[in-house]
Nanobody, 124 residues
Framework: QVHFVESGGGLVQPGGSLRLSCVAF????????IGWFRQAPGKEREGVSC????????YYADSVKGRFTISRDNAKNTVYLQMNSLKPEDTAVYFC?????????????????WGQGTQVTVSS
């Protein structure tokens, strides 16, 4: 069965850090660009970050640039999102998704697989 499993979310105070993991089952991540997206209640889905298949290109939304870092370990079929200096406005459900084209994946288009998401809450 093809699916993603995200983990690492939780409740953290402003200024804190979390590392999200996205593990792929049933397919090999090597062939896909992987994006992290988030959706807060009442808001549209937002592309947060994206990493290319070959790990030579990354994208970050302006709202997270300098605070979040995306990385991948193809041997573990896993993509990570290190989130530092978290703010209350980062509160959302975070999803990972796979696409064949880096640019399309970056904008949330032509995605092949989605995860169920993990909740991140930033609050004092």
């Amino acid at each position: 069965q093809v699916h993603f499993v995200e983990s690492g979310g939780g409740l953290v105070q402003p200024g804190g850090s979390l590392r999200l993991s996205c593990v792929a089952f049933g397919f090999t991540l090597d062939y896909y660009a992987i994006g992290w997206f988030r959706q807060a209640p009442g808001k549209e889905r937002e592309g947060v970050s994206c990493i290319s298949r070959s790990d030579d290109s990354t994208y970050y939304a302006d709202s997270v640039k300098g605070r979040f870092t995306i990385s991948r370990d193809n041997a573990k079929n896993t993509v990570y999102l290190q989130m530092n200096s978290l703010k209350p406005e980062d509160t959302a459900v975070y999803f990972c998704a796979a696409g064949e084209d880096f640019s399309a994946t970056m904008f949330g288009e032509d995605l092949a697989y989605w995860g169920q998401g993990t909740q991140v809450t930033v609050s004092s």
